[in-house]
């Protein structure tokens, strides 16, 4: 009777054991799956490449070629934001019937890119900002430069 309680303990014992170290290693492959997905978007996040479009032109056909570079880009999965700076914050008004940019301009921000568009130019203007093109300083675009892999300016 001795030897069977003996027995039972000592098998307790190594299911117990057992246990923690299934439970450990389970722990482990959790914190490992964990850092795997967060290892793989910083991944991701590496091989994107920023860019910074800077636009200061009235020109419609120059801005609605900035607009479609943009939008082109975004769809390679490139991060790219765009400055409008000078006669460029014009450009929400400039759309014509060759030269749709405000259209460009709503894909862009469907698809997760930003626009940002000087405060004083638009002061200048006497306009202020839009929910297309918000308000933005020199700051902002010191920043986006500051960032980007590229600057592209029209």
Known sequence: MLDQLFIHKKLKMKTSKY???ILACLILFLMLSCQNKQAKEEVTNLRKMKIAIVISTNDPETS???FRLANFSIGKKEAVKIFLISKGVEAEQMSNDKFNIKEQMEKFVATKGEIFACGTCLKIRNS???????????????????????????
């Open 19 to 21: 246990l923690s170290v």
């Open 64 to 66: 609605w070629n900035a």
């Open 128 to 154: 202020s900002g839009t929910e297309l093109c918000p308000l933005s300083t020199l700051n902002d675009l010191y920043e986006m430069i500051k960032e980007a892999d590229k600057v592209v300016t029209f």
